[in-house]
């Protein structure tokens, strides 16, 4: 237990933390009314140097209707904009159109897609990365990078939406009463059967990521579409009993710290030609490929948790 | 022989269930209150669905894909009744022509003028 | 030759489904219209040999986004004050 000094809530250092969080403004302490005696000068200076410009009230509607024709620059410029966005509009599609006419066609031998860059990745990705589905070896090996940066972007949306939607502690939450107890007793004992399977399933995709079509991605949002089934079906506040804030924050900034390490790991040892301590198995068990098994599973937590998190913040505004 | 029994009833089970999603498809634009069409939606949601798998499962017999029509089946008899009448409750709750399609028990309309 | 029908005839229901899901002006039929276009496109992908992407657009796009729509449209009371506009309708009639 910490000590707090009995001056600690007078001090500037709490007043700074509260005007940070907004709940005090920051005016009475020492040194500020100096730079507002300056700001307020500022102010008046401003003020008396642009009184000519100021209209000034208009009492009469006569008048008001004179000068609204006087300016209705205002409305003629709406007029333009909603044209010109047509013509934008119909540019950019013949544009466009113009362009697809000069593709080479679906699936044709000489299309520039068709270079030594996937020739390589179909034959020797199986014997490199050690999966069977290739699609999860380009994109948790190959082009890690860009996944890497995908799972951030997830992250950073999750908190751009905390930071627009969740509540304060003092704020009383949205949800109506009744309506937190959940549905109707169909969806709930259907709910009971199904949400098993639905995380079953998406465990299964996201386990057999490597092996099979799917991976972190798709296992995630099957997962967190299962959530927000069973918040949906059985109310928050059952939800709550296994998955609540505390939780969410421990698996998914676990999750991404763990991803991160891994793989850094990953494109170290790549990018210096350096054998992973990791073996690779053989292809096609399911402990195989490497370091991709254990990314698979980090990526979909974190995707399942982003997509229950913006349903919660969404329907009640805290997790 | 064998394979052609097998095959005529794999195909009386799809085409059966072909009509009945047809028929289904007439009924949606034929009738013209909600809970009517939702009525003739859901047979197809669920009899035509069941009879076409029933037919794929038929022909290929008793194998690993077998077994997993069938769970899409179990599935599909699970999530689209409970889908259907959450809409169809949905429905009673805001529609305003509900009294003049069917028939309404008393404290069944009073507890909608409630809620 | 029947694939490639009836992959014109889904890139077909795709383009009205687009333009419906932009013209209409219900904003709960807009977003059942998009929720339509998503199975569509998840359809599209199996076609194209890319089950990866198919399953996430089944679960994205149709599933998860759509909620996501509806609890918006909820947040902002525009289900709730057509559903009033209705029951006001009811009383009337009567």
Same mark, same amino acid.
């Given at each position: 237990?910490? !000590?707090?000094?009995?001056?600690?809530?007078?001090?500037?250092?709490?007043?700074?933390?509260?005007?940070?969080?907004?709940?005090?403004?920051?005016?009475?302490?020492?040194?500020?009314?100096?730079?507002?005696?300056?700001?307020?000068?500022?102010?008046?200076?401003?003020?008396?140097?642009?009184? #000519?410009?100021?209209?000034?009230?208009?009492?009469?509607?006569?008048?008001?209707?004179?000068?609204?024709?006087?300016?209705?620059?205002?409305?003629?410029?709406? !007029? /333009?904009?909603?044209?010109?966005?047509?013509?934008?509009?119909?540019?950019?599609?013949?544009?466009?159109?113009?362009?697809?006419?000069?593709?080479?066609?679906?699936?044709?031998?000489?299309?520039?897609?068709?270079?030594?860059?996937?020739?390589?990745?179909?034959?020797?990705?199986?014997?490199?990365?050690?999966?069977?589905?290739?699609?999860?070896?380009?994109?948790?090996?190959?082009?890690?990078?860009?996944?890497?940066?995908?799972? #951030?972007?997830?992250?950073?949306?999750?908190?751009?939406?905390?930071?627009?939607?969740?509540?304060?502690?003092?704020?009383?939450?949205?949800?109506?009463?009744?309506?937190?107890?959940?549905?109707?007793?169909?969806?709930?004992?259907?709910?009971?059967?199904?949400?098993?399977?639905?995380?079953?399933?998406?465990?299964?995709? /996201?386990?057999?990521?490597?092996?099979?079509?799917?991976?972190?991605?798709?296992?995630?949002?099957?997962?967190?579409?299962?959530?927000?089934?069973?918040?949906?079906?059985?109310?928050?506040?059952?939800?709550?009993?296994?998955?609540?804030?505390?939780?969410?924050?421990?698996?998914?900034?676990?999750?991404?710290?763990?991803?991160?390490?891994?793989?850094?790991?990953?494109?170290?040892?790549?990018?210096?030609?350096?054998?992973?301590?990791?073996?690779?198995?053989?292809?096609?068990?399911?402990?195989?490929?490497?370091?991709?098994?254990?990314?698979?599973?980090?990526?979909? /937590?974190?995707?399942?948790?982003?997509?229950?998190?913006?349903?919660?913040?969404? !329907?009640?505004?805290?997790? | 022989? *064998?394979?052609?029994?097998?095959?005529?009833?794999?195909?009386?089970?799809?085409?059966?269930?072909?009509?009945?999603?047809?028929?289904?498809?007439?009924?949606?634009?034929?009738?013209?209150?909600?809970? *009517?069409?939702?009525?003739?939606?859901?047979?197809?949601?669920?009899?035509?669905?069941?009879?076409?798998?029933?037919?794929?499962?038929?022909?290929?017999?008793?194998?690993?894909?077998?077994?997993?029509?069938?769970?899409?089946?179990?599935?599909?008899?699970?999530?689209?009744?409970?889908?259907?009448?959450?809409?169809? *409750?949905?429905?009673?709750?805001?529609?305003?022509?509900?009294?003049? *399609?069917?028939?309404?028990?008393?404290?069944?309309?009073?507890?909608?003028?409630?809620? | 030759?029947?694939?490639?029908?009836?992959?014109?005839?889904?890139?077909?229901?795709?383009?009205?489904?687009?333009?419906?899901?932009?013209?209409?002006?219900?904003?709960?039929?807009?977003?059942?219209?998009?929720?339509?276009?998503?199975?569509?496109?998840?359809?599209?992908?199996?076609?194209?040999?890319?089950?990866?992407?198919?399953?996430?657009?089944?679960?994205?796009?149709?599933?998860?986004?759509?909620?996501?729509?509806?609890?918006?449209?909820?947040?902002?009371?525009?289900?709730?004050?057509?559903?009033?506009?209705?029951?006001?309708?009811?009383?009337?009639?009567?």
């Amino acid at each position: 237990m910490s !000590r707090v000094r009995s001056d600690y809530e007078k001090s500037f250092r709490a007043r700074f933390r509260r005007y940070i969080s907004g709940e005090e403004e920051l005016k009475d302490v020492d040194y500020m009314p100096l730079f507002e005696k300056q700001i307020a000068d500022e102010r008046a200076e401003d003020e008396k140097a642009t009184e #000519h410009y100021l209209v000034p009230p208009i009492k009469d509607p006569q008048e008001d209707a004179r000068l609204y024709a006087e300016y209705s620059g205002i409305k003629w410029f709406r !007029r /333009l904009y909603q044209v010109m966005a047509v013509v934008l509009c119909v540019a950019i599609c013949g544009v466009l159109i113009y362009n697809i006419a000069f593709m080479p066609g679906f699936g044709s031998a000489d299309s520039p897609m068709n270079n030594g860059v996937s020739e390589r990745y179909l034959e020797k990705g199986e014997e490199e990365t050690g999966v069977t589905n290739i699609v999860t070896g380009l994109i948790i090996s190959y082009r890690g990078f860009d996944t890497f940066g995908e799972t #951030h972007v997830l992250f950073i949306a999750t908190i751009a939406v905390m930071i627009l939607l969740k509540l304060r502690k003092d704020e009383k939450p949205v949800v109506a009463e009744g309506e937190e107890e959940g549905g109707d007793i169909i969806l709930t004992t259907i709910a009971r059967v199904l949400v098993p399977m639905i995380f079953l399933f998406g465990f299964y995709v /996201l386990v057999n990521g490597h092996l099979s079509p799917g991976g972190g991605f798709s296992g995630g949002a099957v997962m967190g579409a299962g959530l927000i089934l069973y918040s949906a079906s059985f109310g928050f506040t059952k939800t709550a009993k296994f998955f609540n804030e505390k939780i969410y924050d421990i698996i998914k900034v676990g999750s991404l710290l763990l991803y991160s390490m891994l793989i850094g790991y990953n494109l170290f040892t790549g990018a210096n030609g350096i054998a992973s301590v990791v073996p690779l198995g053989r292809a096609g068990e399911i402990l195989s490929a490497g370091l991709i098994l254990p990314i698979n599973i980090l990526v979909g /937590l974190e995707v399942a948790c982003t997509m229950y998190a913006f349903y919660a913040l969404f !329907r009640k505004g805290a997790i | 022989m *064998n394979e052609w029994v097998v095959f005529s009833f794999a195909a009386i089970l799809i085409i059966g269930g072909l009509l009945v999603s047809l028929i289904a498809a007439f009924g949606l634009f034929k009738f013209r209150f909600a809970l *009517n069409r939702m009525h003739a939606a859901a047979m197809c949601d669920t009899l035509a669905i069941l009879l076409v798998l029933l037919g794929l499962i038929v022909i290929d017999g008793a194998s690993i894909l077998s077994l997993k029509l069938g769970l899409i089946i179990v599935l599909l008899w699970c999530a689209s009744p409970v889908s259907s009448h959450l809409l169809a *409750n949905m429905e009673v709750i805001v529609s305003s022509k509900l009294k003049d *399609n069917c028939e309404v028990p008393e404290q069944e309309e009073g507890g909608a003028s409630e809620s | 030759m029947i694939v490639k029908i009836i992959m014109l005839l889904l890139v077909l229901f795709l383009i009205v489904c687009a333009l419906g899901a932009g013209f209409t002006k219900n904003l709960l039929v807009s977003i059942v219209i998009f929720m339509s276009y998503s199975l569509v496109m998840s359809i599209i992908w199996m076609f194209l040999s890319a089950p990866d992407l198919a399953i996430t657009e089944a679960a994205v796009g149709a599933g998860v986004t759509s909620v996501l729509f509806f609890a918006t449209l909820r947040r902002i009371n525009a289900i709730d004050a057509r559903d009033r506009k209705e029951e006001k309708h009811e009383p009337g009639k009567e």
